[in-house]
């Protein structure tokens, strides 16, 4: 089926989904679409209720709940098999929960509100022998633009990302950086109100690093409702204002990032030196974190003696830095999941 004809299907169903969703007085009665005809998105967000998923024995997701608020960037944080993939996959239908509920904008999410979501799945899922330009286009017109705004967007899309001299090239003769560049160009092709990232940062160069971090808040600032997940904790602590720590399908910690880190009891100390020398000192009440040349980190129990500390910092070298600090995301990680 062609691009036209399939955008043609869409737009036939969305009339009759309207027009069903209608009360007596020919008002939408509810869900995702109505609520953006009526007001495009509120500060309610996407808001994730009570969602348990099963696999058999397996419980992926227990009572999981979480919300990504409009002009926010919320980094979802677990181990391996926590159930992070689950948990967006249930925002796009593409697994259905055994208890719960996903709303936008006050809503129960239905097809309508998914055309105003981006995804970026973890396992990349575009055509490689299709030309990019062709491809983007092409997945535009699935989100429901017409002709015109597709190829406005993708052109769009294609400056930002440094990606206009190729867009006539197959997506299987570039870089593994700039394929993934052009899958998140899918996701953002149609402008949408959620974007939804599984692991963008996998795999980029520091300059590919630093031009997704830069685009992740471009559209935060715009209003955009930004969620993704990242094993590279350092990332997403410069990039989100809210994280949430799920834990064998449970939510372990959520919250403002800069409320959880000035709400922990935990206080750690950054010592620095001239020079290259390693300290690692053995002082009760005081754990060694890491240690490099001319850095060390510590973390202090309330009872540490900072006097006695900068004193046997002195003895080691010349001191240049000796500084409390707050947790950092890695700190409060560990702390969540308990490992």
């Not at 869409?10 to 509810?30: S, Y």
């Not at 092409?138 to 294609?158: H, N, P, Q, T």
Request: hydrophobic share 40%; aromatic share 6%.
């Amino acid at each position: 089926m062609t691009p036209d004809r399939l955008t043609a299907e869409r737009m036939r169903g969305k009339r009759i989904r309207h027009r069903a969703a209608a009360g007596a007085g020919g008002e939408p009665t509810g869900g995702g679409a109505a609520c953006l005809e009526r007001g495009g998105v509120s500060d309610r967000g996407l808001e994730m209720l009570g969602i348990a998923v099963s696999y058999g024995d397996l419980v992926a997701l227990d009572d999981c709940s979480l919300t990504v608020r409009p002009g926010r960037v919320l980094g979802l944080l677990g181990p391996n098999g926590a159930g992070k993939t689950t948990a967006m996959r249930c925002i796009f239908g593409l697994v259905r929960p055994d208890r719960g509920v996903v709303r936008w904008s006050g809503f129960p999410v239905d097809r309508e509100a998914r055309l105003r979501f981006g995804y970026m799945p973890e396992e990349r899922g575009l055509y490689p022998h299709m030309r990019v330009r062709a491809q983007l286009e092409y997945l535009a017109r699935l989100s429901g633009l017409d002709r015109r705004s597709a190829a406005a967007g993708v052109e769009r899309w294609l400056k930002r990302l440094g990606l206009q001299e190729r867009g006539e090239a197959r997506l299987d003769a570039l870089s593994h950086g700039n394929q993934q560049r052009v899958q998140l160009a899918a996701a953002l092709v149609h402008d949408p109100a959620l974007l939804v990232l599984d692991e963008p940062f996998a795999g980029l160069d520091p300059l590919g690093v630093e031009a997704l971090s830069a685009v992740i808040g471009d559209l935060a600032r715009g209003g955009t409702a930004v969620l993704f997940s990242s094993h590279q904790l350092d990332l997403v602590e410069h990039v989100c204002q809210d994280v949430v720590v799920i834990d064998r399908g449970r939510v372990a910690m959520q919250g403002e990032l800069e409320r959880l880190r000035a709400a922990s009891s935990r206080r750690y100390l950054s010592v620095g030196f001239r020079g290259t020398s390693r300290w690692t000192p053995a002082f009760e009440h005081a754990r060694v974190l890491g240690a490099e040349p001319g850095h060390t980190r510590l973390e202090l129990t309330d009872s540490a003696d900072l006097e006695a500390l900068v004193t046997l910092a002195r003895s080691a070298g010349h001191v240049t830095r000796f500084s409390l600090e707050p947790p950092a995301l890695s700190d409060l990680f560990h702390e969540a999941v308990g490992r």
